[in-house]
C-alpha cells in the first residue's frame, strides 16, 4: 500500500513553454502532497507544501508564479513549471502523506529536461 | 526542524554492519528522527523513525541517544543493493522534511 506515481517519468521541452507533472496517490487520500526539486549531485530541497483544496505554500525562493501547484483532488496534485528555461532542468519528486500515517511516500521523480 | 549533520560518504563490505551516524543536536522534544534512502535517480524510501526509543524493523536499527542529540542507523547484513544515500531527517511527524546532504553508502563485494 501507499504507493504514490508521477506522471511523466521523463519529459523533455524547448524553453519558453509550459510542462505539467502529475503526482497521484494511488492507494490512499492524500491530505497533503509536497513538491521538491533535486539538482545533479545535491539533496532533494523542498519547494512548497499542498493541501487538497487550499493554495499551495511556497518555501523562501521558490517563485509561486513559476510553479503553479495544484491540488484539486485527495489524490491529485499538479506542479507546472511555466516558460520553463535550461535553469529548470531538474529532478522533481513530489510526496504524500495523511494525518494517520507517520511518513511520507515518495514518488519515482520526474526528469525535466529543458532544451 | 533539527539541522542534521552526517558524513559526506562511507564505505562497507559486503555482509557486514553498515553503522551510519547523524548529529541533530537541535532537535526539539516533539520531533521525530527519520531515515530515508535515495538509490540512483529514484524517489526516497523510507527506512525507519523514532522519537527516544530504540526501534528496530525488517530493514535496519536505529539507536538514538539518551540526550537525543544524536543517532545511528545500522543496516546488519549490507548488500549491494543498500548502496545509496542515506537521509537523516528531523521532524514532527508528516510536517514538512528538510533534507540535509546525506551520507553516500557504497557496499563493496
Known amino acids: 500500500g501507499a504507493v504514490v506515481s508521477q506522471h511523466p517519468s521523463w519529459v523533455i521541452c524547448k524553453s519558453g513553454t509550459s510542462v505539467k507533472i502529475e503526482c497521484r496517490s494511488l492507494d490512499f487520500q492524500a491530505t497533503t502532497m509536497f513538491w521538491y526539486r533535486q539538482f545533479p549531485k545535491q539533496s532533494l530541497m523542498l519547494m512548497a507544501t499542498s493541501n487538497e483544496g487550499s493554495k499551495a505554500t511556497y518555501e523562501q525562493g521558490v517563485e509561486k508564479d513559476k510553479f503553479l501547484i495544484n491540488h484539486a483532488s485527495l489524490t491529485l496534485s499538479t506542479l507546472t513549471v511555466t516558460s520553463a528555461h535550461p535553469e529548470d532542468s531538474s529532478f522533481y519528486i513530489c510526496?504524500?502523506?495523511?494525518?494517520?500515517?507517520?511518513?511520507?511516500?515518495f514518488g519515482p521523480g520526474t526528469r525535466l529536461t529543458v532544451l | 526542524d533539527a539541522k542534521t549533520t552526517q558524513p559526506t560518504s562511507m564505505d562497507c563490505a559486503e555482509g557486514r554492519a553498515a553503522n551510519l551516524p547523524c548529529n541533530h543536536s537541535?532537535?526539539?522534544?516533539?520531533?521525530?528522527v527519520y531515515w530515508y534512502r535515495q538509490i540512483h535517480s529514484q524517489g526516497p524510501q523510507y527506512i525507519i523513525h523514532?522519537?527516544?526509543n530504540n526501534e528496530t524493523n525488517e530493514m535496519a536499527s536505529l539507536i538514538i541517544t539518551e540526550d537525543r542529540k544524536s543517532s545511528t542507523l545500522i543496516l546488519p547484513h549490507a548488500t549491494l543493493r543498500d548502496t545509496a544515500v542515506y537521509y537523516c531527517i528531523g521532524t514532527s511527524g508528516t510536517y514538512k522534511y528538510i533534507f540535509g546532504t546525506g551520507t553516500r553508502l557504497k557496499v563493496l563485494a
Open positions: 537541535t532537535i526539539s522534544g516533539n520531533e521525530y
Open positions: 510526496s504524500a502523506t495523511v494525518l494517520a500515517a507517520n511518513e511520507q511516500f
Open positions: 523514532g522519537l527516544k
